[in-house]
């Protein structure tokens, strides 16, 4: 594709609930981060993934969290059981390799109520 | 815990002035990365310095990279309305751990 996607948009749960969030990379990329990013705050790394290696999962909050990356291309981030604090913006990036320049997706907004 | 740390937090300037926006990190590096934030969403790269550098030119943007103080400075010149946005310094590692680590960003006003 064109760009980095990730879907949806925005996504309004109860608390309580399961939520995916979808990331499809750029083509060939082979790193794909996930950040969260609180409002007006910076960059919370959650997870890497780097071509075939095991995922780097140290930046992953509680073990709500996890995060899974198909075949090298497609990322799902999965968040059981939510809360309200993990209200946020979650953004999708990934680059040619490791620490080059990152495409960033433009964000899931997640409200929990 | 987060790698780079820019300063100031808040910045704002008239249209026309120069931003001048600082990063310091805490490990030795690969390379350090600038990004631009609109409206809180997707982060757009601006420029990419590598460690054996020390400074580099894009348009009105001027990074500069001092490995020995572990600092790095964005200049915009002539600023613009349209720079009024959030920019992140990202840092990438030589040593463990190779991700991306982004500071908490300067948020810079440019006033008309």
């Known amino acids: 594709g064109a760009g980095v996607s990730q879907s949806p948009s925005n996504k309004v749960t109860e608390k309580g609930k399961d939520v995916e969030l979808r990331c499809d990379p750029i083509?060939?990329?082979?790193?794909l981060y996930w950040y969260r990013q609180s409002l007006g705050q910076g960059l919370e790394f959650l997870i890497y993934?780097?071509?075939?290696?095991?995922?780097?999962k140290s930046g992953l909050p509680s073990d709500r969290f996890s995060a899974e990356r198909t075949g090298g291309s497609v990322s799902t981030l999965t968040i059981q059981r939510t809360q309200q604090e993990d209200s946020a913006v979650y953004l999708c990036?990934?680059?040619?390799?490791?620490?080059?320049?990152?495409?960033f997706g433009q964000g899931t907004r997640l409200t929990v109520v | 815990s987060q790698q780079g740390e820019e300063d100031p937090q808040a910045l704002s300037i008239q249209e026309g002035e120069n931003a001048t926006m600082n990063c310091s990190y805490k490990?030795?590096?690969?390379?350090l990365q600038w990004y631009r934030q609109n409206s809180g969403r997707g982060l757009v790269h601006l420029i990419l310095?590598?460690?054996?550098?020390r400074e580099k030119h894009s348009g009105r943007l001027r990074v500069t990279l001092d490995t020995s103080k572990k600092s790095s400075s964005l200049l915009i010149t002539a600023s613009r309305a349209a720079d009024t946005a959030s920019y992140f310094c990202?840092?990438?590692?030589?040593?463990?751990?190779?991700?991306?680590?982004f500071g908490q960003g300067t948020r810079l006003t440019i006033n008309p």
């Open positions: 990036a990934s680059s040619l390799i490791v620490t080059s320049e990152a495409f």
């Open positions: 083509s060939g990329h082979t790193a």
């Open positions: 993934f780097q071509g075939n290696s095991a995922p780097d």
């Open positions: 490990t030795s590096i690969n390379n």
């Open positions: 310095i590598r460690s054996n550098e």
């Open positions: 990202a840092t990438g590692s030589i040593q463990g751990a190779q991700k991306l680590v």
